[in-house]
């Protein structure tokens, strides 16, 4: 008998918490998509493992642990939140290690299919790991405050160069 989604979901998510790749992948369907909002889509186990493999290689004590979870027909909302050091030996998503540390927290919304996860909806606060890593500044700084009168002078003179 097929493992429940909450079962599933527990069981992905603990192995993440271990740094198992191979544990985590094998908990996702040959054709599952895991669409990480605003990041990635990583495609089935051999996504997943490239996706994770270089998340732990940049951030090698990546420490990862769930807040709460909730499972209804097959569907699992899993909050957690994250942290580690940016200091590994390679970049993740193209973005060199700045030996920062950094903490993110999320939202996965999970549909388990067969024991297997066919699709996740991950959703994470992008803004906050972009200021942890330092690609923006603290809010609230000067240099934040910079970057707002930047961008509202370019929309500004977009709007201008527009006719509106």
Known sequence: MAADAREVAETYFAALARRDIDAAAAHWAPDGVDTLVDWAVVEGPAGVRAFFGELFAAIPDFAFEVDSMVAENGRVAVRWHASGTFAGESSFQGIAPTGGRVTVAGLDL????????????????????????????????KADAGVLRAFNAKTRAGRHLAGS
């Open 110 to 141: 999970l549909e388990v299919r067969d024991g297997l996860i066919v699709r996740n909806e991950a959703f994470t606060d992008g803004l906050g790991f972009a200021r942890r890593l330092g690609m923006l500044p603290p809010q609230g700084s």
